[in-house]
């Protein structure tokens, strides 16, 4: 089983939709994140979460929320989705007893369209 | 502004030879810098790290430099396979934040051919 999943994998909307991409994890981690990928801007930190009280804004939140429902859970909502909010969206973790290192497990990906 | 550079090209090499990828950076000053490799359609998998303080670290056919004077690291893969295919991305941590806002490279396209 994978130890960080998101759901959904593929997603099509409309712009305007309200739409809840989710992460869960069983890795036991502390620290989770939210990034987009787009071609040739790389990964863009949207939302980090060093526990369930713990939410920071990334480099890009504008037009984003989150929630931090567990440890194991972090969602991203995107309240009005827009097209260029098309992109491929991923969530990881990261466990503070690496300090300072931190190195990060990635999600599957959610592939979001927004027409 | 903060800036990450790696190769947009793809580099093609050949089976067994040794694979060669860079990062370079301006305006910044990490304490420590990651690598990782994704595969098409997949979430990026951690490789290595190296601190700021280490010129070179080695895990299997994997080495890693950091020279902080040049801002630059370079990934090397020795013996490279068909399976070694993948887009590698260096990502940087700065001296604060705690690993928490790793900044990304775009990647590079490595292709082993037989």
């Known amino acids: 089983d994978a130890d960080v999943t998101q759901t959904p994998r593929n997603r099509i909307t409309k712009t305007g939709k309200r739409i809840m991409l989710e992460c869960s994890q069983t890795k036991g981690h502390d620290r989770m994140y939210w990034y987009r990928q787009d071609p040739g801007l790389g990964l863009r930190l949207i939302y980090y979460s060093f526990d369930v009280k713990d939410i920071n804004k990334g480099e890009i939140s504008d037009g984003y929320s989150v929630s931090r429902q567990a440890q194991a859970k972090f969602s991203l909502s995107l309240e009005s989705a827009i097209p260029n909010q098309t992109a491929l969206y991923f969530c990881?973790?990261?466990?503070?007893?690496?300090?300072?290192?931190?190195?990060?497990?990635f999600g599957p990906g959610t592939r979001l369209t927004v027409t | 502004s903060q800036k990450i550079e790696q190769n947009s090209e793809a580099l093609n090499i050949q089976e067994g030879k040794t694979a060669t990828l860079t990062c370079n950076y301006t305006?910044?000053?990490?304490?420590?810098l990651q690598w990782y490799r994704q595969d098409p359609g997949r979430g990026p998998v951690f490789l290595l790290l190296?601190?700021?303080?280490?010129k070179e670290k080695r895990k299997e056919r994997l080495k890693v430099t950091f020279d902080t004077t040049l801002k630059q690291s370079l990934f090397h893969i020795t013996a490279s396979q068909p399976a070694d295919s993948a887009t590698y991305l260096c990502a940087l941590c700065p001296l604060s934040g705690g690993g928490n806002k790793l900044t990304f490279g775009t990647g590079t396209q490595l292709k082993v051919e037989l």
């Open positions: 305006n910044y000053s990490p304490a420590y």
């Open positions: 190296i601190r700021e303080n280490e």
């Open positions: 990881a973790t990261s466990d503070s007893k690496t300090y300072p290192t931190y190195e990060q497990y």
